[in-house]
């Protein structure tokens, strides 16, 4: 249910062409597993980027309650002390999908009780293969649901070996074994068994985060992955910007023309986000790499697409918003498993498409979306979604009146996006 007791942002319209660069804060995606690791690394571990948000303040805080000692934490550079492991804590996820599926696993090497919750949405969102999984591996589960609020009963250690998951929902289930599988007795073979495994790229860097911490992995055939037992390494870890938070950024400079240029992007990365070079410029957008970082520029003309975003939906909302810009039909699929995320984001993305004179067909797995010329201002919601939010923003670049409920949910992973936002347009 939209809680309309949310502030209402409008959002800036863009009257000239842009020329910004932005700056963005660090990876969600990398600072988690990382910060994980540290957790269970022999040997402290310092950051620099790492990403200063609710999610990220979560995480600290689980680890925390799970014995780490934090310096420097609410900061880009944390040092985080590996847990010890032996407490009865109670940890708030928030509505945090990597606090959830990746510290349950984690407690499972404690000796006590841990209870995981979170806010109301979270309450909704799948958690019975992180549940289920842990039975499986002989952790006791006290849970009356396959969801939000549980507790796991650790006994200090976990026997490992072989398991098997469907992860259809989301990849961050198996994320949230590999992490911890070095410190299982026997490690860990995990198979996938599913009618499809979204976000594979996420996995991936997972992988890389291991191997990067001495940890021996191998991916023996698709959807099997082999961690070996062994020690995790701590050290220095920079963390790079996010890129997937880059494409709301990289979106205002097709809508509006211009240019914009991301610094810093990492010339090789993990991250999702990185396939928006390439998707955008099927859009209609130039892209260039240079010691800059990334450059996009745009001429407000933007084309329609038909695409399978199934390597990760956390893309699909910034293509969404474009293709209601498009001067063609586009086509976005491969993206059922979003429906678990935040919020039904296959739902709440043609609801608001539709309310402000849109025209977009929900599908069983993405959507169709066709260009209009009845746009019109009205009220965004955000449902508590991060993406949703900056969704709204890109099209009120160009639709005078658009409203976003809640704006204030995009310190999930960017603490300060509305100056962010405003400081791209540059006073426009």
């Not at 070095?182 to 068994?193: A, Y």
């Not at 399978?308 to 293509?319: K, R, Y």
């Not at 293709?323 to 086509?331: E, G, K, M, T």
Request: aromatic residues 4%; proline residues 6%.
């Amino acid at each position: 249910m939209v809680n309309h007791t949310f502030s209402r942002w409008s959002a800036p319209l863009a009257f000239r062409a842009l020329s910004a660069t932005v700056e963005l804060p660090g990876s969600k995606s990398l600072t988690n597993r990382e910060l994980v690791l540290a957790a269970l690394a022999y040997e402290p571990t310092s950051f620099a980027g790492a990403l200063v948000s609710r999610d990220s303040s979560l995480m600290l805080n689980a680890l925390e309650s799970l014995g780490s000692v934090i310096s420097n934490g609410g900061t880009t550079s944390p040092i985080v002390g590996p847990a010890s492991l032996n407490v009865d804590a109670q940890i708030d996820c928030g509505l945090a999908g990597t606090v959830m599926r990746f510290v349950p696993p984690l407690s499972t090497l404690n000796r006590g009780k841990i209870t995981f919750d979170g806010d109301e949405g979270a309450r909704r969102r799948p958690m019975d293969t992180t549940i289920t999984s842990l039975r499986a591996l002989g952790v006791h589960v006290e849970a009356d649901s396959l969801s939000l609020p549980f507790s796991v009963i650790g006994t200090g250690e976990v026997e490992g070996g072989e398991l098997t998951i469907d992860a259809s929902s989301s990849s961050q289930f198996v994320s949230g074994l590999l992490l911890v599988a070095p410190r299982f007795k026997n490690g860990l073979t995990l198979r996938h068994v599913g009618e499809n495994l979204p976000s594979l790229p996420h996995i991936e860097m997972t992988l890389e985060c291991l191997r990067q911490r001495g940890v021996k992995v191998s991916n023996p055939e698709p959807a099997v992955w082999r961690v070996e037992p062994g020690p995790i390494a701590g050290g220095f870890k920079q963390i790079e910007p996010d890129l997937s938070n880059a494409g709301p950024f990289l979106a205002a400079a097709m809508v509006a023309g211009g240019s914009v240029t991301i610094s810093s992007w990492p010339a090789t990365t993990t991250q999702v986000g990185n396939h928006f070079d390439g998707i955008l410029q099927q859009m209609g957008a130039e892209i260039v790499r240079d010691e800059r970082g990334l450059t996009i520029t745009g001429t407000g003309v933007i084309h329609g697409i038909d695409i399978d975003l199934s390597i990760g939906g956390e893309l699909a909302q910034v293509v969404a918003a474009l293709a209601v810009l498009a001067d063609s039909p586009s086509r976005i699929s491969g993206i059922a498993h979003i429906r678990g995320h935040e919020t039904d984001r296959l739902a709440a993305m043609a609801t608001e498409i539709n309310r402000i004179g849109g025209n977009c067909k929900e599908t069983e797995d993405g959507w169709i979306i066709a260009p209009t010329n009845t746009l019109h201002g009205d009220l965004w919601h955000s449902y508590e979604d991060h993406r949703m939010a900056t969704a709204g923003a890109i099209i009120g670049l160009r639709v005078p009146g658009i409203e976003v409920e809640n704006i204030e949910t995009t310190s999930k992973t960017m603490p300060d996006f509305p100056s962010m936002w405003a400081n791209m347009l540059g006073g426009n």
